[in-house]
Structures are given as C-alpha cells and as structure tokens.
C-alpha cells in the first residue's frame, strides 16, 4: 500500500490522461455510490464512496473546517484523502491526496463535459471563482477545446485573479480580468463557474444562444450558480444522475418547484459517452459537475497506468 502525494499526482497526471480516463470509465458499467455527511457547524465531515465493476471501490474522507482560514496562521479548510480498493483482493492499494486528486478529476470532469457539448468553434471561456478548481478549469477547458483564443476571469475579489492572468498571459494566452460579469457572460462562448453563491451569478437574459455553461459550485441544494431562465431555456445534462439530480441546488431547487423534472435532463456522460448528441449551432447547452467518488476512482487509475 501507498501514499500518493500532490507533486507526485502532478508529476505524472496529464489533463488528456484525465479526460480519456473519465471517457473509458464511463463506456462500461455504471457505479454503487453513497455518500455520508456528518455535519456539526462549522465542521463537516464528509464520506463518498464508491464500487465500481472492473475498477475496484473508492472512498473520500474528508474534514471540512472554515475556521482554519482565520488561524494565526492560517492553514487549509479541507483536508482529504482517496482510498483506492483492490478490484480482485478488495485490499487497500493506495491512498492519494484528496485536494489534488480532486482538482484534476473536478476539472476533467466539465472538460469532458465540454469536449461532448460545446460547440467546435468556442473562441471565448469565461471563469467564475478564484480558488485551485477555478484555475484547474481554465487549463482544462483550453486543452478540451483548442480553439479557445480569449480567457476571461471573473471573482468578487478581482486581485485573487492576477496571477492566473500573469500565468496565462506568459504562456501566450489572451487572458482579461473583467468586472462587468453580464457583459463577459454576454460574450462568451463557453462559461465555468465554480463558485460558492446562494445568489444565482449566471442569468438566461445574459447568455447568447450556442453558449455552453459548465457549473461547478452549487454542491448544496441552497447553493445556485444559474437562474431559473437559465435552467428553462438551456438543453441541460448532469454528469451523474446520482449525484447531481437530488443533492445540488441548480437541479433539485427547480425541480423541486416544478420548473424542471428529472425527464427534463437529456443526459449524464454514460449517456453522452455511448451516443454523443449532436448539437444544433443555437442550443445552448447546461452541464452540471456534481462529482462521485467513481471519478476520483479512475483519475487514480489514471496514475497507476502512466508509471
């Protein structure tokens, strides 16, 4: 058994080992998940676990403290870590990182999203947030989607945001802070969010037809990322209907009102995976990142077969 570190996961991960790890997980069987949640305010304790056929089985554990931040000296919030299970033994083989793996599957994940609905021709990606998954978004989605020639960057707090710019812009990218959030979303073509409103930031007056929205945050059902015009309007798909559907407040909020009905998502990547759609130029199309466990699952598969 070992202990997979950050810079070793970053050492060896790859956004297309990630993406095309995700896309093989999910041509074969669909996963058992469950997750558990212990929550004593302001700390959470947080469990997913997952068996999937032919992978083995996964679980997180996570311990999630806001305080940490206002420490004397400050120190992280969340401190998780991944169990992989042996697919034949049913024997601990690994444990990893929790933040990193999560990063690298959390950004995989819409970027896979993206790369099924998006349109071909996307030239400008706005980000919302500031935090390690917001930046893991940019890369990911400029490696899904090459034509992408223009990055805008949105947060609250706008100086969080310079040195991803300062990075983008060494690279040779077009990267813009912007403080005008309705006319950068006005303007883009593909628009990620990983934020963590209760306040929805994403209005369906605001986005032009053939956009593709990728919402991250919203993991809570009191949590909202995109307007209920939004939600109405757009062709909308989830990553996993287990996870997505009851738990996040940009899906279970409207259908919980009778605005959107569980017939009403056209999809979840084994969908995509085994029939990718084809999309008209006007549609514009919702993709709900709400995780699982299987996707920390076969990101570490990933690692084991890139040594």
């Known amino acids: 058994m070992q202990f997979v570190s950050a810079t070793e996961l970053r050492e060896a991960m790859s956004w297309e080992r990630a993406i095309d790890a995700l896309a093989r997980g999910h041509a074969g069987n669909p996963p058992k998940v469950q997750d558990i949640l212990i929550s004593t305010p302001p700390y959470t304790l947080f469990g997913r676990g997952v068996v999937l056929p032919g992978w083995g089985a996964g679980m997180k554990i996570a311990s999630i403290h806001p305080p940490n931040t206002t420490r004397p000296v400050p120190t992280p919030v969340e401190h998780a870590v991944f169990a992989v299970i042996d697919e034949e033994s049913k024997q601990f083989r690994a444990f990893f990182d929790g933040p990193e793996l999560t990063r690298w599957k959390t950004a995989a994940d819409s970027a896979l999203g993206s790369r099924l609905l998006s349109r071909a021709d996307s030239e400008t990606l706005l980000v919302l947030g500031a935090g390690p998954i917001s930046e893991a978004l940019v890369d990911a989605h400029l490696h899904a989607r090459p034509s992408l020639k223009r990055v805008l960057l949105w947060n609250r707090t706008a100086s969080r945001l310079k040195p991803v710019q300062d ?5 040779g990218h077009r990267a813009e802070i912007v403080s005008d959030l309705r006319e950068a979303i006005s303007q883009a073509d593909i628009i990620s969010a990983a934020t963590g409103t209760r306040t929805p930031l994403i209005t369906g007056e605001d986005v032009r037809p053939g956009t593709h929205v990728d919402l991250v945050g919203g993991y809570a059902p009191d949590m909202r990322e995109a307007d209920d015009d939004l939600m109405t309007r757009a062709k909308v798909f989830v990553d996993c209907r287990l996870t997505a559907v009851d738990h996040t407040g940009d899906i279970c909020n409207p259908v919980s009102r009778g605005l959107l009905s569980p017939a009403d998502i056209l999809g979840d990547l084994f969908d995509l995976v085994a029939a990718p759609i084809e999309r008209e130029g006007d549609d514009i199309t919702l993709y709900k990142n709400a ?17």
Request: no cysteine.
């Open 291 to 307: 995780g699982g466990a299987h996707f920390d699952l076969m990101v570490a598969h990933a690692f084991f077969t890139s040594r």
């Open 167 to 171: 990075r983008l812009l060494s690279a």
